[in-house]
């Protein structure tokens, strides 16, 4: 699988994610930087997290005119997968990939912890070595990941089977204690209606790693490999 990873000032978290794929590919990702009008020839884009121009107007507002993100659309309308990761995420979003909007954070403040996931579709490129219903556990953060969207987009999401990723509790109740940062129906991730795109709030790349606290988030590259090889 040849992946590739755009970087934007403020990028934070563009390692990690290389780390993740090669990790599961035994291939490391090339880096596109943002103002490439160029994308090499893969077989998926990620947008990693971060800060992306340090989240001024919008978190993901001014990257989402970046000039791959050009590049980056038109490969998307040819079905080439994209997965957007925390400021990724809030990129997808700002560029019309992804309906909704990211705020502010229900509490008003940056939350950094640990928070657990129930996959809600498992047949998907990017979650088909999961099962669906199963919990995992991966990190959060963020101070802009309160999911919100008007409720026809909602009812579309859910009738279409287009939620990928509630947060819940370890036992898989959706509940307002577990939910970090307010987003509707506890929401955490959803796919464009193709599912070839995902954008998720979590970090699935640094649960890659038993050393730096679990492997729940490897099944999410193992799935794009095992789909995409």
């Known amino acids: 699988m040849r992946a590739a ?9 563009e390692r990690d994610i290389v780390m993740a794929l090669e990790r599961a590919s035994g291939r490391k990702p090339v880096v596109v930087w943002h103002g490439d009008a160029e994308i ?7 947008l990693p997290g971060g800060f992306s121009y340090g989240d001024y107007l919008r978190s993901g507002a001014m990257a989402a005119h970046s000039p791959a993100m050009k590049a980056l659309k038109e490969r998307a309308a ?13 990129i997808l979003t700002e560029a019309g990939l992804l ?3 990211l705020m502010r954070n229900a509490t008003l403040k940056f939350v950094c912890r640990q928070v657990h996931l ?13 099962e669906k219903g199963q919990v995992i556990r991966v990190p959060v953060a963020h101070a802009d990941g309160n999911y919100t969207a008007d409720e026809g987009t909602l009812k579309r999401l859910e009738d279409r089977g287009l939620i990928a990723f509630r947060y819940v509790t370890p036992d898989g109740r959706a509940a307002p204690e577990a939910n970090p940062n307010g987003s509707i129906r506890s929401i955490a991730g959803i796919f464009n209606e193709s599912k070839t795109v995902l954008g998720l709030m979590p970090h699935p790349e640094d649960a890659t790693d038993p050393n730096a606290g679990g492997m729940d988030g490897i099944g999410l590259f193992k799935s794009l490999v095992d789909a995409l090889h």
């Open 118 to 130: 129930r996959v809600e579709e498992s047949q998907s490129l990017f979650t088909n070595a999961y």
């Open 5 to 13: 990873v755009v970087s934007f000032p403020g990028s934070n978290r």
């Open 99 to 101: 309906p909704g909007a």
């Open 78 to 90: 040819k079905g080439v997968p994209v997965l957007g990761v925390c400021n990724g995420f809030q």
């Open 40 to 46: 090499p020839d893969c077989d998926l884009i990620v």
